[in-house]
């Protein structure tokens, strides 16, 4: 299971870097990446030494390999972090450079695509990517999310009506077409068990929610990197949207019934305060679930 996921991981950087170097927006104008960053993989030499003058002297101006200072150099970097959190696996961090990984600060403005290809020329750069943004998919806002269709269909959703611009039309739907839940809280498992944890990356969760102050435990905020993963970055709401989806508690009478409302919820924000998600925070999220025993990964 490993393997597959570092495969699908590699295949994803993959396409990422070969499809999206060129293209500094989507087609919705959004941009694809960072532009005050680039991610780079660097040599086990490079990446020994620059560990020893960072913790040494805080520095890393020089690092007394030439090549490497030249670049730095030559692009304006103004800080340089680690692009990804330790994991307990060490064997598998080593054998694949996932400590080898780091945020190169340079001017907004860089032309990056360019810079990505002539920092990569160099001897101690394994790889340079940009620093990808992801973003959420389109949700609607409305009371109660169409009242949980997704539960119990019964065509009880109501269709469209541009003119009035609300769901005020005939209903439409397929009745039974739905997660027959109902079916499965019938089960001997009932609503779930408390031991099992949800991870809920995205933009938070508000875990003083009424609906879900019971079922979340400690999680972390890989987005501004602190241990806060309340969901109030610039662009709040998903993460708590997707909590009370997948672990709302049930039978409450309070608001909604999550699919599996006696699991636990461990938010991993990967938002940062202006509500951007990128792929550093979004990696770190994921290999925080398998450090922390999480059973199921929901991004």
Known sequence: MKKLFILFLFITLFLQTAFAINVREDSMGRPLYADDRIKVKLSEDASERLNSVLTEEGDYSNTGLDELDNVFKSISVSRINLAHRPVLDKIWEQENGFNRWYLLFVPIGTDIESTITNISRNEYIEHANPEHIFYLSVTPNDPYFDECWGHDNTAQLHSYNSGSGSHTGPVVGTVGFDSHIEEAWDDAQGYGNSSIIIAIIDTGVDYNHVDLNNNCVSGWDYGDGDSDPMDDSDDEGHGTCCAGIAAAEVN??????????????????????????????????????GDNDVDVASM
């Open 252 to 289: 409450n009478s309070i608001g909604v019934s999550g699919v599996a409302g006696n699991c636990s919820i461990m938010p991993l924000k990967i938002a940062n305060s202006s509500g951007s998600l990128l792929s550093s925070a979004v990696i770190n999220a994921l290999t925080h679930c």
